[in-house]
T-cell receptor, first 113, second 110 residues
Framework: DVKVTQSSRYLVKRTGEKVFLECVQDMDHENMFWYRQDPGLGLRLIYFSYDVKMKEKGDIPEGYSVSREKKERFSLILESASTNQTSMYLC????????????FGPGTRLTVL | GQNIDQPTEMTATEGAIVQINCTYQTSGFNGLFWYQQHAGEAPTFLSYNVLDGLEEKGRFSSFLSRSKGYSYLLLKELQMKDSASYLCAVNLNAGNMLTFGGGTRLMVKP
């Protein structure tokens, strides 16, 4: 079974702090994604990566950056957290061929005070 | 822009059948996914349609009409554990990105 893990289930940070969210997948998937999920807005893509050191902006990249130094790990960085970044953050990965089914991690609920 | 619409909420009775609709208007199309998401949990894959027609998998079936930009998820013999959100997502091209609808929250009542 594909396993996608995220470093924290719950996180509380203060405005202006730098925040790192880590995601690791164990199935040698090419593609990795970061989404945020908010009530009424569904899942919105922040960034994705289709290879090590490669990244592409999604629909809402402002205020975020990403890092993919190793194939299995994809990090989301909030350079200076703000209250409007309070959300559920979901990481996903996909093989990169075939149906492109995405497998999701358990999510990190981030609260910025 | 991309537009994927699904009802926000639905209610159904245990043992019944429910159909959750999804319509899409997107710049490309390379398949449509349905995911199930229980509260506080990660979305999990239910079905994938790339050709027109019905795909059946146990109690769940998914239908696609590409010409109409329309899909539905059919849940039969509803159980209480089917109470969850159901997410429709379109793969826009042969690449990697999925665009999600807002999700439909299904409540199953006894």
């Amino acid at each position: 079974d594909v396993k996608v893990t995220q470093s924290s289930r719950y996180l509380v940070k203060r405005t202006g702090e730098k925040v790192f969210l880590e995601c690791v997948q164990d199935m040698d998937h090419e593609n990795m994604f970061w989404y945020r999920q908010d009530p009424g807005l569904g899942l919105r893509l922040i960034y994705f990566s289709y290879d090590v050191k490669m990244k592409e902006k999604g629909d809402i990249p402002e205020g975020y950056s990403v890092s993919r130094e190793k194939k299995e790990r994809f990090s989301l960085i909030l350079e200076s957290a703000s209250t409007n970044q309070t959300s559920m953050y979901l990481c996903a990965s996909s093989l990169g061929t075939g149906s492109n089914e995405q497998f999701f991690g358990p999510g990190t609920r981030l609260t910025v005070l | 822009g991309q537009n994927i619409d699904q009802p926000t909420e639905m209610t159904a009775t245990e043992g019944a059948i429910v159909q959750i609709n999804c319509t899409y208007q997107t710049s490309g199309f390379n398949g449509l996914f349905w995911y199930q998401q229980h509260a506080g949990e990660a979305p999990t894959f239910l079905s994938y349609n790339v050709l027109d027609g019905l795909e059946e998998k146990g109690r769940f079936s998914s239908f696609l009409s590409r010409s109409k930009g329309y899909s539905y998820l059919l849940l039969k013999e509803l159980q209480m554990k089917d109470s969850a959100s159901y997410l429709c997502a379109v793969n826009l091209n042969a690449g990697n990105m999925l665009t999600f609808g807002g999700g439909t929250r299904l409540m199953v009542k006894p």
